[in-house]
């Protein structure tokens, strides 16, 4: 049971390349999460979805699109990457609305140059 | 908005020893949950520990145990019998009983000497 996975683990970018993170999980989850956790503090959420072709924005959205076409995949897009976004980002999911655990991928480090 | 503080950047214990990181947080609900989770060097992060805000009793898990002071919003970790593989990051995290916005603290280094 691989749980929660993420594509790709590593990435360099160029300012204003653009580029698409894959989340993935195969636990039947509704609930998927985007993060980035930057030094010195914790993980902020960026957008998550509550459900197959649902999004909602988080607490710091801005310069991220995201997409759930299917239920097992949470894609995290950015458009024109800017130094600032150069940060770990994780993938998380859960059961449901009350889901009281969020299981989280292995992270996704990203370089914006 | 909801806020989680941990006041302790870093932490050292020896090895078998007992250790308590900090946590507070700052909220107008009653009902949320609250975690600790682990961030060994691997990134990964792993779930220590869970309370439910309703419950007065404070939830354990093998060595770790929590002491959930809920009128204090003070939510800390005990490690007992610290081992070399505790050493990690841990961070403290709010979520409300009915919102997917979990907040994270900035975390604490746990260092664990032999």
């Known amino acids: 049971n691989a749980g929660v996975t993420q594509t790709p683990k590593f990435r360099v970018l160029k300012t204003g390349q653009s580029m698409t993170l894959l989340c993935a999980q195969d636990m039947n989850h509704e609930y998927m999460y985007w993060y980035r956790q930057d030094p010195g503090m914790g993980l902020r959420l960026i957008h998550y979805s509550v459900g197959e072709g649902t999004t909602a924005k988080g607490e710091v959205p801005d310069g991220y699109n995201v997409s759930r076409l299917k239920k097992q995949n949470f894609l995290l897009g950015l458009e024109s990457a800017a130094p600032s976004q150069t940060s770990v980002y994780f993938c998380?999911?859960?059961?449901?609305?009350?889901?009281?655990?969020?299981?989280f991928g292995p992270g996704t480090r990203l370089l914006v140059l | 908005a909801q806020t989680v503080t941990q006041s302790q950047p870093e932490m050292s214990v020896q090895e078998a020893e007992t250790v308590t990181l900090s946590c507070t947080y700052d909220t107008s609900e009653s009902d949320y949950y609250l975690f600790w989770y682990k961030q060994p060097p691997s990134r990964q992060m792993i779930l220590v520990i869970r309370q439910e805000a309703y419950k007065q009793q404070n939830a354990t898990e093998n060595r770790f145990s929590v002491n959930f002071q809920k009128a204090a919003k003070s939510f800390s970790l005990k490690i007992s019998d610290s081992q070399l593989g505790d050493a990690a990051m841990y961070f403290c995290a709010y979520r409300l009983y009915n919102n997917n916005d979990m907040r994270f603290g900035a975390g604490t280094r746990l260092t664990v000497k032999p």
């Open positions: 998380a999911s859960t059961a449901d609305r009350v889901g009281k655990t969020q299981y």
